[in-house]
Nanobody, 118 residues
């Protein structure tokens, strides 16, 4: 079974930075679309950033210019660099690996807490 292991969450002050990382086991990483989602208390889980197997990225408007998603296929890692963090960014962040065309799959990480507060 494929596993996604996240790290890098924590407590930061507004304006600070964090870098989240997600390590993916198995041989599927290079052909997978990778993404980061987040879920704040009382809110629906939302897509934050995504990167295709070819390196094409997209972001939700609220994080554009502040967050950067990247992947390292040699290390089976996807990262989310988060700069100029705001209290509204506080949420549990989840890593996702999926493929929509056959053979399809959809894997999620366990989530890591990010708290932005003074």
């Amino acid at each position: 079974q494929v596993q996604l292991v996240e790290s890098g969450g924590g407590l930061v002050q507004p304006g600070g930075s964090l870098r989240l990382s997600c390590a993916v086991s198995g041989s599927i990483f290079s052909i997978s679309a990778m993404s980061w989602y987040r879920q704040a208390p009382g809110k629906e889980r939302e897509l934050v950033a995504a990167i295709t197997s070819g390196g094409v990225t997209n972001y939700v408007d609220s994080v554009k210019g502040r967050f950067t998603i990247s992947r390292d296929n040699a290390k089976n890692l996807v990262s989310l660099q988060m700069n100029n963090l705001k209290p509204e960014d506080t949420a549990v962040y989840y890593c996702r690996s999926r493929r929509l065309r056959p053979p399809t799959y959809d894997y999620w990480g366990q989530g890591t807490q990010v708290t932005v507060s003074s």
